[in-house]
């Protein structure tokens, strides 16, 4: 093997190389078998302990950058609360969760439960600014901010909204984000002061910083595309007729396959650096010597 | 497949494809599909921002009949003239962008860097530091429902808070790191170590995963060519 | 007066949030709220200035035809574009100017969209890249580093489960799946809580020395 060739690949082929890892599991879907783990499956006990007309906040903050990680993970809560006949209310901290929640709409509500009826089972409330300070403005009264849902159409008009005053109100809140505002504001500023039970779905980027949270201050969290998977694997173990919307499920062979790519390519880095040293190590001592 | 969603499907391959250029070689393709992504997105925030929070908290409480023309249902709600005061700010923070006066921007900025020094100093003090430290504090003994010795959890929770201070010990740069306290920090570096690995492997996951969407949508995209 | 009357407006806001905690009765509990929504309200004009500001910048460039001026025009021309097509979507949609088949929501799914996720996206190459270049057990703590990783990256993968799977049950916290679950749950958890605190410190310091006018340096300068 050529040492130096091999240290000194260009990057470019590696770009194809990981192209082509992900590619080509793609068109063969290799099917997975995934177990939820007691982080992911706390979420989805707590769902299933709810009483029926109980109410959950299902808040969208993120954007289709990190829809592949996080959208899988809002449509299966959505699915599950709206399953067991929950009041399902959504919101967006982030301005492009707007779309993602109109998505999930699109995804879930007007395909699997269009038997539900929009202001008596199902509300999106839309979009407003302020991070944290939207947060912490809707705790103590949800119409400091949202006097009308995303149609313009007044909250007091709707009438799953008449015996909500504030977040307290809510059974649970299930926060999917990737940034900041996301699950550790609405637990700084929510879940804490209001003693409100909050739930995550996370990048698998911000999953790791969350888990000193977990499990007082953090119900459960789903992490990545990984997490979303354990919870999608969770919902079909329990309601077989989900299992051709499982999104996550179907593109963790890929996962897998990029993974074990990247491990080779730290092996072989790693090959290549320590024989290019030891060759340099005998090379110094044969000129010492 | 209707027209409207073949449009969409086409731009956004052709975008996506000028983006993917970059790592052949930077390239006017790149270039173009850059700069129109930073112009599309600060118009798509401001939109946003101006429909969702500007006028039904600001525009549509200060006057609500005035609003009401284009979303009836603010038309509705009573005025609230205290909010005439927010967009006194937010007209002062636009300032910013007027040299001979930017200076009065300052009053708007005053007033987040408080909202968010006093909002943050309560949050930060209860729920990542208050309720961090009462969560560290895990038995070191932890037994079976028998009454035996549960070594696994006891070592586990051993783990946990030695690794937490003696990682606090490393960043405590008030005091050389020699003697115990040396150890002890060196250890935390270790701790830190296993957490920035694990941070690795699932940053590794996290992009991992952008791409296979967007080689989803590439895919879907030849797929309705043939 | 330039400094003074910032200085009293950071200390009335930032005192009237932290006794809000306090005392979370009237006045205190309402102006909180209030004060919540004045913060949202300018945050969002924040976003105005965002849009000046990147007038300002490529208007400048385009009028002193500066290096890739031609890019500046493509970066104002997406921006009207995107601006013009939410305003009169929000206008004929009661506000929502996302609303199913408005030209501003096509214009999102056709441009922002993709273009968000790709540049994300990548990403995944780099990640590939560096993996390959630098990541490198050269010390001890980079070793342990590696293999925490791999532990992560294989763990739950069929590959992980199989490669430990002979472990006989006595030691069977030692394969790799249960490995996977061990790391995240405490000695990550230890580092991370670690990192934590000490970020809350620094930042619950740095709030009473803002609220206090203590620290000044964000008002200097203009």
Redo the contacts between chains.
Sequence with gaps: MDIERLRRIDRRWIFLLMAAGVWIPLLFRPVITVKPSPIVAAIFEKIESLPEGSKVLLSFDYGPSTVPENQPMAEAIARHVLHRRLKLYMDAAWATGQAQAEQCIESVIRTDFEDRVYGEDWVHLGYKAGNQGMINAILGGIRNLYTTDVAGKSVDEIPMMRDVQGLRDMSLIVDIGSGLPGVKEWIQFAGDPGNIPVAGGVTAVEALLLYPYYPRQLLGLMGGLQGAAEYEAALVEKYPEYLTDSKALTIMGPQYVAHLLIVVLIVLGNVAFFAQKRRDDRTRKGRAG | MSGTDRLELWIAALLTLMIYSFLYKDNPFYKFAEHLFVGVSAAYYMVLAFWNTLIPNCFGQISPTLVGGVVPSIGMQPANPIRWVPLAFGLLLLLRLVPPVAHLSRWAMALVIGYAAGANFTRYLQSDFMVQVQSSMVPFVVRTEAGAIDVGPSVSNVVLVVGLLSALAYFFFSKEHTGLFGRASRLGIWTLMVAFGAAFGYTVMARVSLLIGRLQQLGDWIGSIF | M?RQ???L??????????LA?FIPHEPF?AS???????????????????????L?V?GDKIYRRRR?WI??V??????????AA??VS??R????????GSL??????????????????????F???A???????KTR??T????????????????GYYLTAWIPPPLE?LEIPNLF?????????????????????G??S???R??LGIERS??SG?
């Design positions: 330039r009357i910032p200085l407006i950071t200390f009335f806001v930032g005192s009237m949030l932290v905690m509990s909180n709220d209030e004060l919540s929504v004045w913060f949202d309200i300018i945050a969002s004009f924040a976003f105005i200035l965002g849009g000046g500001n990147l300002r490529h890739d890019y500046s493509v970066t104002l021309a997406g921006f009207f574009v995107m601006l939410g305003i929000g206008a949609a009661q506000g929502n100017a996302m609303s199913a501003f929501a096509f214009l999102y799914d056709a441009a922002y969209a993709p273009m968000t996720s790709t540049m994300f996206s990548l990403l995944a190459f990640v590939a890249s993996s390959y270049r630098a990541f490198r057990a703590e980079a342990v580093l590696l293999v925490a990783a791999f532990i992560i990256l294989v763990g739950r993968t069929p590959v916290f679950g061990w790391i995240l749950a405490y000695p990550n958890t230890a580092g991370q809580r670690a990192i934590m605190i000490g970020i809350a410190l930042i619950i740095t709030s009473l803002l609220i964000h008002f203009d």
